[in-house]
C-alpha cells in the first residue's frame, strides 16, 4: 500500500525483539527499517545486531549463521564477525584482506541495549550514535509485578499516524465507544512526551468486590508517555494498577510491527485483577478496531481541526523533530 504520508522511518530507539525471544547462541534475520539485518546473543549473554550481508560473498548472515564464541561466523565460508562489525577471522586465509583488518568495520552495527525485557536498537537513516537513551521502566524488573503477557501485530500503516492516535481525542468515542472525550494535561520535554488523565472508576472494596450500585466511585488516572517515536509506555492507577509498554517498529516506510507488553501487580485483589484484565482486553481491541481506519485512510499534512480535535498540531511540531531530513516541517498550520 502507498505511503501517502511521504514521510521516511524516523529516527529513534527501537524493539527488534522482546528478551526471551532470543536464547544464548540463537542466530535470526530481521527485517527492518526496510534493511535486512541479523540479531544474536553470545555465548556470553548479549545481544548484537548488524546489517545482514557477509562483505566477503554477501551471504545473509540470519539465514545459517552461526554463534563463535562473541562472534557470529558466516554460513557460506565461515568468516567470523565480532558484535561492532570487525571481521575477526577468515579460518582458511593466511593474511587478512587489508579492507577487513586491523578492526576496521566492514559491516554495519547497530547500537543495541537491553532493558525492560526487550532489545532496542538505534535506528538513524545517517547513522549517527544516539542522542537519547531507552528510558528504564522499573515495573518490567521488578519480582513485585507479574511475568509480561503480550499481543503483537503487524499492519500497513506510517508511524507517524500510528502515534497520532494517542492525542485524537474525538475518535475514542466514535471508533472506541468511550462516554466522552478523555481530556488531559499534556506536556512536552525534549525527546518525551507525557499526558495525564482523570476519570471515574466503580469503588473496589476490600474483600475485591467492586460496586454495582453505581453510586461508588473513585478517581482513576492514567499516565501515559512516549520516548522518541518508538517506545511508549502507560501507568493505570488509582483503582487498580497495570503497566503497559508499547513498542512500534517501522518495517518500511509504510508497515509498523507494534507489540503490548503487559504486567500488574502481584498482590492485586480478585476485583482490582477482574478490572486490570478487562483493561488489557479493552487496550487491545482497540488498535484492531484502529487498524482497518489505519490502513485506508490518507495522511492530510494540512487537516481541517475543530476544537474538540485534541492537540494534534502540538503532536505533529514535537514529532518533526525525529525526521532528519526535516520531512515532518512541510506540514503547514492545521485548519
Known sequence: MENTAKLPIPFGWYCVSLSRDLQPGEVKPLHYFDKEMVIFRTDAGEAKVLDAYCPHLGAHLGYGGKVAGENIACPFHAWEFSGEGTCELVPYAKNMPPKVANGK??????PTVEKNQAIWVWYHPEQIAPLFEVEDLPELHSNDWTEISTYEWTFHSH????????????????????????????????FQRHAHFVSQAPEIFEDGSIDTTGTRFRESYLDTSSNGPGQTWQRFSGVFETFMMGTVTPLDDNTVHLRFVFTQPKDLN???????QAVIQNVASQVE???????????????VLCDGDGPISQFRKWFSQFYADGSGTKDSKAA
Request: net charge negative.
Open 105 to 110: 568495520q566492514c559491516i554495519y552495527a547497530y
Open 159 to 190: 508511524i507517524q499516524e500510528t502515534a497520532e492516535n494517542g492525542c485524537d481525542a474525538a475518535h475514542f468515542m466514535y471508533v472506541h465507544g468511550s462516554q466522552d472525550v478523555p481530556k488531559g494535561e499534556v506536556r512536552h520535554e525534549g
Open 270 to 276: 480478585a476485583g482490582q485483577d477482574l478490572m486490570s
Open 289 to 303: 478496531q484502529d487498524m482497518p481506519i489505519w490502513e485506508h485512510k490518507v495522511y492530510r499534512p494540512q487537516p
